[in-house]
Nanobody, 122 residues
Framework: QVQLAESGGGLVQAGGSLRLSCAVS????????MGWYRQDPGKQRELVAA???????NYVDSVKGRFTISRDNAKNTVYLQMNSLKPEDTAVYYC????????????????WGQGTQVTVSS
């Protein structure tokens, strides 16, 4: 089995900062791509940021220059540093990871965290 435990959400005023964390646990062979998605009620879930196995990062245009995604492979954890937050950033944020587990190391599947609420007030 595998678990993704999220933390770091909360209420912050516009212009403030938050740091989200997602720690993966289980019998892990390798974690490849890791990313963060967000979703508001009644809207489709969108990809916010991703970090790949070679360290390359991608961001949705609306957060470019404000958010930074990073990973700590020793801790099996991905982070999202969010600065200069805006009310439109308000959403539930979900982490996602492409993981190979032991003993079936050749099978790569995507796993989701439970979500953490981020609310930005004007």
């Amino acid at each position: 089995q595998v678990q993704l435990a999220e933390s770091g959400g909360g209420l912050v005023q516009a212009g403030g900062s938050l740091r989200l964390s997602c720690a993966v646990s289980g019998r892990i062979f390798r974690i490849n791509t890791m990313g963060w998605y967000r979703q508001d009620p009644g809207k489709q879930r969108e990809l916010v940021a991703a970090v790949f196995s070679d360290g390359t990062t991608n961001y949705v245009d609306s957060v470019k220059g404000r958010f930074t995604i990073s990973r700590d492979n020793a801790k099996n954890t991905v982070y999202l540093q969010m600065n200069s937050l805006k009310p439109e950033d308000t959403a539930v944020y979900y982490c996602n990871a492409q993981i190979r587990l032991l003993p079936d190391w050749s099978r790569e599947l995507g796993y989701w965290g439970q979500g953490t609420q981020v609310t930005v007030s004007s």
